[in-house]
């Protein structure tokens, strides 16, 4: 099983991943940005590069390709706090773990626009401090994605303004009882 908690920048999907597994020993933690921040990377002394890593057709496929491996290899439960509000997107990636066989839960957590900023205004990102262009990224993609937070097709929508404690629950009445356990040892 995968649960992928979407949403946009600053919305809390990182703490909620945490908390969720700090509740679910079996899980793995996995986030798909270090694929992209790796393309990142890469593609920049040749030219490349893009403001945004989802726009690499390969990231999306080695998403994937690599949630769908490491789902199989180890055989634990996934968790993966991402940000796709591209429909496009979201249907490569969702709908290629689910062709693949993967029971995939998805949620979108949402919070009004001015509590995501304000969150992104305090946020501490190792290497970012005193960088306003990375609070001005963040913002812009927040413009851009507020419409998708309430499309339909991002499924189970989850309100990001409540106590840790309280969206935890939220998320978990909404999980199978018991959650499953790691199939291979």
């Not at 908390?19 to 020993?25: A, D, I, V």
């Not at 726009?55 to 634990?76: C, I, M, Q, Y």
């Amino acid at each position: 099983m995968l649960v992928w908690i979407n949403g946009t920048f600053g919305v809390g999907k990182t703490t909620l991943a945490t908390h969720l597994s700090e509740h679910w020993h079996d899980a793995v933690v996995v986030d798909p940005e270090r694929v992209g921040m790796m393309l990142m990377e890469w593609s920049k002394p040749h030219g490349l590069g893009t403001a945004d890593f989802q726009d690499f057709a390969l990231w999306r496929e080695l998403v994937v390709s690599a949630l769908a491996g490491f789902h199989a290899e180890p055989g634990r439960p996934m968790i993966v706090p991402m940000t796709v509000l591209n429909p496009a997107y979201y249907e490569q990636i969702v709908g290629g773990l689910r062709a693949q066989g993967i029971d995939v839960h998805h949620f979108c957590l949402t919070a009004p626009p001015q509590e995501i900023a304000r969150r992104l205004a305090t946020r501490q990102v190792p290497g970012q401090e005193g960088r306003s262009d990375f609070m001005d990224w963040a913002l812009t993609r927040l413009e851009r994605y507020t419409p998708a937070m309430s499309d339909p097709r991002f499924e189970t929508f989850l309100d990001a303004t409540l106590p840790p404690d309280e969206l935890l629950a939220e998320l978990l009445e909404r999980l199978p009882d018991p959650l499953p356990a790691t199939v291979r040892s």
